[in-house]
């Protein structure tokens, strides 16, 4: 039960550090050599999408890395899924206090109610997201190691 546990959760974690290197290394740069408003449309777009979706992938990725750690206390490699578990919490923090509110904004704005520093907030989020893709991948990686 235990080793479904690990594989579950290792491809759920992995499919999120999928989507979100993504989103910062791919799809931000293809939205952002998009001409005129099609970048920022789409970047409100994905916004919209991506925020009703990622809340629920970043807690479930969580809630199951936290079950793993119980289940798996006394067996090889605790310390590196405590410790992954710690990064994920980490992630969430961080998406709740920086990338969220800024997300919130950017979802609603549109080419004639954007405001004028609408390029420095989205490169403020774009800034965030790299760090918090650096600290799920860490989280990723710590969860592999602990299946060795």
Not at 10 to 36: C, K, Y
Not at 41 to 51: E, K
Not at 119 to 127: G, H, I, P
Request: glycine share 10%.
């Amino acid at each position: 039960m235990l080793s479904t546990l690990q594989v579950v959760t290792t491809v759920v974690v992995g499919l999120m550090v999928g989507v979100e290197f993504s989103v910062a290394f791919i799809m931000n740069r293809i939205l952002n050599a998009l001409p005129g408003d099609s970048g920022q449309l789409g970047h409100a777009h994905g916004g919209r999408m991506l925020g009703a979706v990622m809340p629920f992938w970043y807690m479930g990725s969580l809630v199951l890395v936290g079950i793993w750690a119980v289940a798996g206390w006394h067996h090889h490699g605790a310390g590196l899924v405590v410790t992954a578990a710690g990064l994920l919490i980490l992630s969430v923090v961080m998406s709740i206090l920086l990338l969220v509110p800024i997300n919130n904004r950017g979802k609603t704005w549109t080419p004639e109610n954007r405001p004028a520093d609408w390029k420095e907030q989205l490169s403020r989020w774009e800034r965030y997201h790299y760090v918090r893709v650096a600290v799920i991948v860490a989280a990723f990686t710590l969860l592999v190691a602990a299946l060795a």
